[in-house]
C-alpha cells in the first residue's frame, strides 16, 4: 500500500501535571518492549503486512507522548522528514527521519516503520518495520502502543488497553488511530461489536487520509452489516483505496469482478486484479488466484500454476501470521486445512485456526465448527461442531447461523427442528448472507417446516441471486426450466443459467449445455453443448462428466439431429421448390 497524501503532523504531548496514570504504564512498555525487540525479531520477508484491510497503520502516526523541544535539532531533521515524505522524496526522509529517531523522537520512529513497511527509498522489510514501531510504542508513542496491544506483539494483547491509547491518539487527529478504533468496533474487541460505530470511525480515518479506512467502508457495503449492501459503493470505495495504492483495495476489487458483485462477472479482469495486488504483496490475492487456475476460471485451468500460487500465499501469510494478523493466522489455516500450496496437515491447520479464533476473529471459530461438522481433515463431531459454531455466531457470524440452521435441518448433534432450522436461517439472512437467503428459499421449495410455496421461493432465491449467490441463479434457472411456481419459459431457464455459468457455478454450465443440446431456449448447437459440458466437467460437475462421455461418443448424432430439425426441414423443401421452379423455367426455354 502507499501511504494517503495527508500527512499528520500534531504532536501528543504530555506535561508534568498531565501523565496520569499512563507514566507507569509507558515505563513498563518501554521496558518490556525494549527488552526484547532486539532478541525476538522475526524473519519476515517483504510483504507481510501491505494486504491487511484492518493493518490501519499505514500512514504516519502521531506524536510523541515525551514532552519536545519545538525549536530542537531533532524537530527541525523530523519537520524536513515530513516536508521530504509530502514531497515523495522517500530517500531524503528516510535521512531526516533517522536522524530525529536516534535523538529519541517516537514520531520518526513510528514513520521509518512506515517506510520499511512500503519500501520507499528502503528495502520493504517487515522485520525491521516492526522493530521501529515497537521502538516508538517503548518511547511512549501513543498510536504504536495501542496497535501493539492489539496486535498482541511479545504476549502483550489486550484489546481494552489498545482502545485506550487509541483514543488517547485519535483525540489528536491519527488517522492511523482512528482506522483502528474502526477495527475494533467491527470485530468486538476490546468494546461491544457496533457496525455504525465502525463505518464512523472508518469515515472520520478516511476524511483525514487513511486508505485502509477506505478499505474499511468498502467491506462494510459489501457485507451489508447493519448499514444495508450496496456493491456499487463498495467498489467506488475499493477503487478509491486501490488508486491510493491499498493492495487490499485491489484484491476486493478483482474479488467483486469473480463475483459479480455490483459487475458483471469478469473472471480475466479479476485474475488482472489479483496479480496487480500480489505484486505488490498482498497475501489474499494469490490465494484467489491459485483458485482461478485450479477452476480455470478466465484461464486455462493449470494445476501446477494454482499450486504455485498458493504456496506464494503460503509463505506471505506465514511472515504476516508471525506478526499477530489474525487474518494471516485464519489463511494459513486455512490452506493447511485443504492442503493447497503446502502438505494437507489438519493438527497444523486447527493449530492456526484456534490461535486466530482465541484472538476474537469469528471467520476462524466458524471455519473450525464447519470443520468438525463435515469431517474436512477431522473426524467428524457434531458436538464440537456445534460448539464452535454458536461461539463464531455470537460474534455474529453469518456463516455460522447457516452452520446452525443446517444442523437442525439435518439433525446433525442436535435433534432434528425444522422451525430452528429456519430460525437460523433467517436470523442469517437478516445479516446479509445469501447462504441464508438461499436456504429459505429451499425450506418454502421443499415446504420443510412451512407451506410449500414457489413463489415465495423464488421471491428468496432472487434475493440471493442479487447479493450474489450462483446457487440461486442456477436454481431460479431450474424453475424456469421446469415450471415449477412460474410459466415454465426456457429462455429465461437460459438467461439465468448463463449468469450463474459466468460467475462460475458447474450446474449452470451443465445445464447451459443440456438446453443448447436440445435447442430449448437457445439455437440448438451439439458443439456449444460441449463446450459448456467441457467446463463444467473442468468445475467437478459429475453430470457433465456423463453428458460428454455420450455425447462425444456419438459423433453422428450431430447431423442426425440437425438433419430431424424442423427448421432445417422447411429450409431444404423451400431450396427444393426453388430449384425445381428454376429447372422448369430452363426446360420452356
Same mark, same amino acid.
Given at each position: ?5 495527508i ?12 501523565t496520569?496514570d499512563?507514566?507507569?504504564e509507558?515505563a ?5 518492549l525494549?527488552?526484547?525487540c ?28 515525551r ?6 535539532a531533532?524537530?527541525?531533521?523530523y519537520?524536513?522528514g ?6 515523495h522524496?522517500?530517500g ?17 520512529m513510528w514513520?521509518?516503520?512506515?517506510? +520499511? ?14 522493530a ?6 517503548a ?20 484489546y ?24 475494533? +468496533? ?16 472508518y ?21 451489508g ?12 470505495? +475499493? ?6 495504492g491499498s493492495t ?22 479479476a ?6 495486488s500480489s ?6 490475492a ?9 477452476r480455470?476460471?478466465?484461464?486455462t485451468?493449470?494445476?501446477g500454476?494454482?499450486m ?9 501469510c506465514?511472515n ?20 493447497w ?25 466458524c471455519e ?16 464440537k ?21 443446517e ?5 446433525w ?7 430452528k ?11 446479509g ?7 429459505v ?9 412451512v407451506?410449500?410455496? +414457489? ?13 450474489g ?19 415454465q ?6 438467461a ?9 457455478n ?8 443440456c ?40 459423433p ?34
Amino acid at each position: 500500500m502507499k501511504m494517503g497524501p495527508i500527512i499528520e503532523g500534531a504532536t501528543l504531548t504530555i506535561t508534568a501535571s498531565g501523565t496520569g496514570d499512563y507514566k507507569s504504564e509507558i515505563a513498563q512498555v518501554r521496558a518490556h518492549l525494549w527488552h526484547n525487540c532486539n532478541q525476538h525479531l522475526l524473519h519476515l520477508t517483504i510483504v507481510c503486512v501491505l494486504m491487511l484491510v484492518y493493518a490501519c497503520s499505514a500512514a504516519p502516526a502521531m506524536g510523541t507522548t515525551r514532552a519536545i523541544l519545538p525549536n530542537s535539532a531533532e524537530q527541525s531533521d523530523y519537520a524536513a522528514g515530513i516536508s521530504a515524505l509530502h514531497n515523495h522524496q522517500y530517500g531524503g526522509a528516510e535521512k531526516f527521519f533517522r536522524k530525529a529517531a536516534a535523538a529519541g523522537n517516537a514520531r520518526a520512529m513510528w514513520h521509518l516503520g512506515a517506510l +520499511y513497511q512500503r519500501g520507499w527509498g528502503v528495502p520493504l522489510s517487515c522485520q525491521k518495520m516492526k522493530a521501529w514501531w515497537q521502538k516508538a510504542a517503548a518511547a511512549g508513542d501513543a498510536t504504536a502502543i495501542g496497535i501493539s496491544y492489539s496486535l498482541g506483539w511479545e504476549g502483550l494483547r489486550n484489546y481494552t488497553k489498545a482502545m485506550a491509547w487509541l483514543r488517547r491518539a485519535a483525540a489528536s487527529g491519527s488517522a492511523n488511530a482512528m482506522c483502528r478504533i474502526g477495527v475494533q +468496533y467491527q470485530q468486538g474487541w476490546g468494546v461491544k461489536l457496533s457496525y455504525h460505530k465502525a463505518m464512523a470511525w472508518y469515515r472520520r480515518a478516511a476524511a483525514a487520509g487513511s486508505i485502509d479506512a477506505m478499505d474499511g467502508i468498502g467491506f462494510l457495503y459489501q457485507q451489508g452489516w447493519s448499514i444495508g449492501r450496496n456493491y456499487q459503493k463498495a467498489m467506488a470505495w +475499493y477503487r478509491r483505496a486501490a488508486a491510493a495504492g491499498s493492495t487490499n483495495g485491489m484484491y476486493a476489487v478483482g474479488f467483486l469482478y469473480q463475483r459479480g458483485w455490483g459487475v458483471p462477472p469478469n473472471f480475466r479482469k479479476a485474475m488482472a486484479w489479483y496479480r496487480k495486488s500480489s505484486a505488490a504483496s498482498n497475501f489474499y490475492a494469490p490465494m484467489l488466484a491459485g483458485f482461478l487456475y485450479l477452476r480455470g476460471y478466465g484461464v486455462t485451468r493449470d494445476h501446477g500454476k494454482a499450486m504455485a500460487w498458493y504456496r506464494k500465499a503460503n509463505s506471505r501469510c506465514r511472515n504476516a501470521a508471525a506478526i499477530g494478523l489474525v487474518e494471516a493466522m485464519y489463511a494459513m489455516g486455512v490452506l493447511r486445512l485443504h492442503g493447497w500450496g503446502t502438505r494437507q496437515n489438519s493438527g497444523k491447520a486447527m493449530r492456526w485456526l484456534h490461535k486466530a479464533a482465541a484472538a476474537g476473529f469469528a471467520n476462524a471459530a466458524c471455519e473450525i465448527g464447519v470443520a468438525y461438522q463435515h469431517g474436512l481433515g477431522v473426524p467428524k463431531n457434531y458436538r464440537k461442531a456445534m460448539t464452535w459454531l454458536r461461539r463464531a455466531a455470537t460474534a455474529e457470524s453469518t456463516d455460522a447461523m447457516v452452520g446452525i440452521g443446517e444442523a437442525y435441518q439435518h439433525g446433525w448433534g442436535v435433534p432434528e427442528n425444522y422451525q430452528k432450522a429456519m430460525a437460523w436461517l433467517r436470523k442469517s439472512a437478516a445479516g446479509g448472507s445469501f447462504g441464508g437467503m438461499y436456504m429459505v428459499g429451499v425450506f418454502y421449495q421443499q415446504g420443510f417446516g412451512v407451506q410449500q410455496n +414457489y413463489h415465495t421461493a423464488m421471491g428468496w432465491y432472487r434475493r440471493a441471486a442479487v447479493a450474489g449467490s450462483t446457487d440461486a441463479m442456477y436454481t431460479i434457472g431450474s424453475l424456469y426450466q421446469r415450471g415449477l411456481g412460474v410459466t415454465q419459459d426456457y429462455k429465461k431457464a437460459a438467461a439465468w443459467w448463463r449468469r450463474g455459468a459466468s460467475a462460475g457455478n458447474s450446474w449452470a454450465m451443465y445445464g447451459l449445455g443440456c438446453l443448447y443440446d436440445k435447442g430449448d431456449g437457445v439455437p440448438y448447437s451439439k458443439s456449444k453443448a460441449i463446450a459448456w459440458w467441457r467446463r463444467a466437467a473442468a468445475a467437478g460437475n459429475p453430470y457433465a462428466k456423463t453428458a460428454l462421455a455420450y455425447g462425444i461418443s456419438n459423433p453422428w448424432s450431430d447431423l442426425l439431429s440437425l438433419a430431424l430439425n424442423p427448421l432445417v426441414l422447411v429450409a431444404v423443401l423451400v431450396v427444393f421448390l426453388f430449384v425445381v421452379g428454376v429447372m422448369k423455367l430452363i426446360g420452356r426455354h
